[in-house]
């Protein structure tokens, strides 16, 4: 007990405080005060809907599971059995499989970029993540009307292959998912390379061939970002079951849907799913906690050298390899989405009819982008500050990431519901906290990683700045903090727009999101408007990560240019 | 730009939302959870806001969410009812409402018409035309005269493994479907058929419109659908023909669509005027036109296909059990 309460009493100094000594009294108080209230609040929206159902769970288990058997014969009757344990099999399969490919496909990709200072590999670093912000259904519907027999590909691969490849089942679903993941991989694969210290490789190079120094010292030194990008990737593997599902895959989460489908106990589906989110939320804070002090935690320095570092035959050779294999990847399923759609006149129409849907979507996405940004800063900033945080409470933070999404709908539905009257704007509100409440955790990482490439000597500069907290913080620390939360408030306004699994659940009568228009188009059959609508959402979204990424070229939030 | 106008223009954005949101609170509203497809439903709740004046708030379900979708959302609402009306296009799962005790009675004088087999003889729920269960067949790779003419034929070993294609059996009409044959043939003699089915390696896909595009693209030789996927496809000059099962036999199953009042609602009273106006013949038929509906209720067409006899509380009760089994027999 004693060293538990020592290590707790640890942990709040360093949470509190950072690395740093504490500054003066008043001022460490009024941070503490700060911390704590953020955190707080962070944790609220994004553990609040499972913590509600979790504790409805151990009410009714104190109570009595209803009139019908106790937890513990509830557990064993809704987890304890084989065909839950082989679809358990079948996720965690199908989750190593993708990881394992996006892995290597993401270290291809980046070394490939890194190693080529031309215009192509210029071109690949501001296109590369495009497949990631492809909603996966529709990612994977593309590649099954390509694999089809009806498509204009298949006399091709018949004669090639003998009869057309089945994208059906776990090696489809593996494939399909590494790809859609792979730039998740390349975007820390690329940070993890570039971060490497250029004296090590100097020295390096200096005892052996560069081929020699890639294996033995590029390599290993991005190992922990590895780590991190596959740890991420695995969890959101494990609990995806969209893709799976069309591909033909029985995994664990769509077990979770049965059930709850079945039962319509909410405690039920929460107890089924809590092997994959306790697995998920140890493997996403323990990757998460590797990366604490390496890659991201430093600005790139090593970008420049890795340029003129050549590779060897054979790795450059897999590099190209792997570069054709994402480009493949992320050109063809556009080009299918181009093809079905016909005509610009349809694609318009589509977007034309789905404009009130599209506005609440774009309302929701910023407004989501910002609150999850905001709710992210104060435990980002911890998070940044110390390298000393502890792997549990990494996997605290991140541990929503692997709450499968009706669950977080169902809990805000649950929770709603029990709270005393119930006026219009709750279901906004509701549909708000589910969006944040979902991609908070995404924000909290991109914050991390932004944070921790700040330049230390700049913030110290500012503490001598002779003027008040309020209008130090506003001319110095924010536009300091700006490129982190736009990133962050991109990433977040993105996975927003195709959220489903919550939105379905909590969305309020008589508002529609485009995602969920999607879906309905794509069950009635109307590939036409549902391939326009999809390239016009795909549209909005590189529009935004054009202006973005334009914005942060301007350089216009740097020091001294800003207002 | 200044540095802070992206913090203004998110903020304006939650702003704007809320606005709309009041904005929508404005007019006699009514709320509508329906899993009828929104094109099909769309038009007709505008033709209602334009003739009632009464603005209908929807929720559409989507063929992701399954029945965790609208019947989920139903439920955990049970103790702050946030819909008012219920279209379901089907009837399983508004038995299960009724059996939760989450619907409540409202006698449609718009319901005269219907016959008793097809509305709850308490008020709880009414019938709106009707869909049926149909094989649909790629003609590019089953010549005619092997085409399948009752649900047993299915089960031919002329089809090889991955040939044959079924909807999930735990959601949607293939839910009430293979309720509907525990019913009708008895528990046993209905898991044996989808054991069967199993055992020669029928496809269990993602919805019936896949099994729609599949038997369309060709990835499948045949498949069970519903009436308005199936012609979906004809429409669109797919090659593909839809065959009614077991004519001279028991006949298909026909799965109304149906309309119940939600117990506790907010709007009681525009939720009467919106299910009257749902059950009306113009309603019916304008679906029916539409191809969502295959028949009227009302008025079945004499020359229609041969429908099996359902007792639908029989259904409902054998529906928990069907899903057990083929949860078991198809999930793992």
Redesign the interface.
């Known amino acids: 007990m004693i060293v538990v309460f020592k290590r707790l009493r640890s942990f709040v100094d360093v949470f509190f405080s950072g690395d740093a000594p504490l500054p003066h009294r008043g001022l460490a108080q009024l941070r503490c005060l700060g911390a704590f209230v953020g955190l707080a609040a962070y944790l609220l929206v994004t553990h609040g809907p499972a913590a509600w159902l979790g504790l409805r769970t151990i009410g009714t288990a104190i109570t009595g599971w209803g009139t019908q058997t106790g937890l513990a014969l509830q557990i064993e009757s809704v987890l304890l059995n084989s ?1 839950t344990m ?2 358990l099999g079948h996720s965690l399969g199908l989750a190593a499989l993708v990881t394992s490919g996006s892995m290597l496909l993401g270290l291809g990709g980046a070394v490939w970029i890194v190693t080529r200072p031309n215009w192509l590999s210029r071109l690949a670093r501001k296109f590369y993540l495009t497949p990631f912000i492809i909603p996966g ?1 529709i990612y994977a519907l593309t590649w099954l ?1 390509l694999l ?4 204009v590909l298949a006399p091709g691969l018949e004669r090639l292959f003998g009869r057309l490849p089945s994208p ?1 089942g776990l090696s489809g679903a593996a494939l399909i998912l590494a790809l859609a993941y792979a730039p998740l991989a390349m975007l820390v694969m690329l940070d993890a390379l570039e971060a490497s210290e250029p004296e090590l490789i100097e020295q390096a190079l200096l005892l052996g061939p560069a081929g020699r120094v890639w294996r033995r010292v590029v390599l290993p030194l991005s190992w922990p970002g590895a780590m991190a990008a596959a740890g991420l990737i695995f969890a959101l593997a494990l609990v995806e079951y ?1 893709v799976p ?2 591909l ?1 895959f ?1 995994v664990y989460p ?2 979770i ?2 059930e ?3 039962s ?1 106990d ?1 405690r039920r589906a929460l107890l089924l799913a809590l092997p994959v989110m306790i697995s998920a939320a140890i493997l996403v804070g323990g990757s998460q906690w590797l990366l604490r002090r390496t890659p991201l935690a430093s600005r790139p320095q090593g970008a420049a050298l890795l340029q003129r570092l050549p590779l060897p035959r054979l790795e450059s050779g897999l590099t190209w390899l792997a570069v054709l294999i994402l480009a493949v990847g992320s050109l063809l399923p556009v080009l299918v989405l181009i093809i079905q759609t016909g005509s610009p006149a349809v694609a318009l129409a589509a977007v034309n009819q789905a404009r009130q849907d599209l ?2 979507t ?3 996405a ?2 989501a ?3 999850a940004t905001l709710l992210a800063m104060a435990p980002a900033q911890r998070l940044a500050a110390s390298d000393h945080m502890p792997p549990w409470f990494w996997a605290v933070l991140l541990a929503p990431l692997a709450i499968p999404a ?1 669950l977080v709908g ?1 809990g805000l ?2 929770l ?3 709270l005393p009257g ?1 006026s ?2 709750v ?2 509100v509701l549909l ?1 906290a589910a969006h944040v409440g979902r991609f908070a955790p995404l924000a909290l990482i991109a914050l991390v990683a932004q944070f921790r490439r700040r330049e230390p000597l700049l913030h110290e500069l500012a503490r001598l700045y002779p003027v008040g907290w309020l209008r130090r913080f506003w001319q110095i620390d ?2 300091l903090m ?1 490129g982190g939360l ?1 990133t962050a ?1 991109v990433v977040v306004f993105v996975l927003s727009l195709g959220e ?2 919550a939105t ?2 909590v ?6 999101t485009v995602a ?2 999607l ?8 590939p036409a408007s549902t391939a326009g609508l999809a390239l016009g959402l795909l549209g909005i979204i590189l529009v935004t990560g054009g202006l973005w990424a334009g ?1 942060h070229q301007r350089g ?2 740097k020091i001294g240019q ?2 | 730009m200044s540095k802070h106008n992206i913090l203004y223009l998110a903020s304006m954005c939650f702003l704007l939302l809320s606005l709309a949101a009041c904005k929508a609170q404005a007019a006699p509203t009514v709320v509508v959870y329906t899993s009828v497809d929104q094109p099909y439903a769309e038009p007709i709740f505008e033709a209602f806001e334009q003739q009632t004046g009464i603005r209908v708030l929807a929720i559409y379900d989507a063929e992701a969410a399954k029945t965790t979708g609208l019947v989920s959302r139903l439920s955990t609402e049970r103790a702050n009812p946030q819909a008012d009306v219920f279209w379901s296009s089907e009837i399983a799962q508004t038995l299960w409402l009724q059996d939760q005790g989450l619907l409540a009675v409202y006698q449609s004088p718009m319901a005269e018409g219907i016959p008793a087999a097809f509305r709850d003889s308490q008020g709880y729920w009414s019938g709106l035309g009707y869909r049926t269960r149909v094989i649909i067949v790629n003609t590019t790779r089953v010549a005619p005269e092997d085409y399948p003419q009752t649900l047993a034929d299915l089960l031919d070993p002329k089809w090889g493994a991955g040939e044959v294609g079924l909807a999930n059996p735990l959601f949607g009409t293939t839910a009430t479907h293979a309720a509907a044959l525990y019913a009708s043939w008895g528990p046993q003699p209905a898991l044996a058929f989808f054991q069967q089915l199993e055992a020669q390696g029928v496809r269990i896909v993602d919805g019936n419109s896949v099994v729609r595009d599949m038997v369309a693209n060709g990835d499948l030789k045949l498949g069970l659908t519903d009436t308005d996927d199936a012609e979906a496809a004809i429409q669109a000059g797919k090659p593909v023909v839809m065959i009614f099962p077991d004519q001279q036999g028991e006949g298909t199953l026909a799965i109304p669509n149906t309309v119940a009042l939600v117990a506790g609602g907010p709007n009681p009273t525009q939720a009467q005027a919106l299910i009257d106006y749902l059950l009306s013949p113009e309603v019916e038929a304008q679906l029916v036109l539409d191809g969502f509906l295959y028949g009227s209720l009302r008025t079945p067409a004499a020359e229609g296909p041969v429908m099996m006899s359902v007792d639908w509380s029989a259904v409902a009760q054998q529906m928990e059990a069907a899903k057990r089994d083929l949860q078991a027999l198809f999930l793992r």
């Open positions: 065909r082989g679809l259904y009307s089809s027999r009806s498509s059906y969209g599902a069309l033909e029985n769509m077990e849907y049965a709850f489908s079945q319509g909410p506005l609440t774009l309302l929701l910023s407004s982008a910002l609150g009706p169902i539905v649950d709603a519901n029990h119930r219009a704007g279901g906004l708000w924010l536009p700006l736009s408030m489903i699994g379905l659940l969305i309020p009568p008589g508002l529609g969920l228009r879906y309905n188009l794509l069950h009635y059959g109307a914005y216009a939030w800003s207002d």
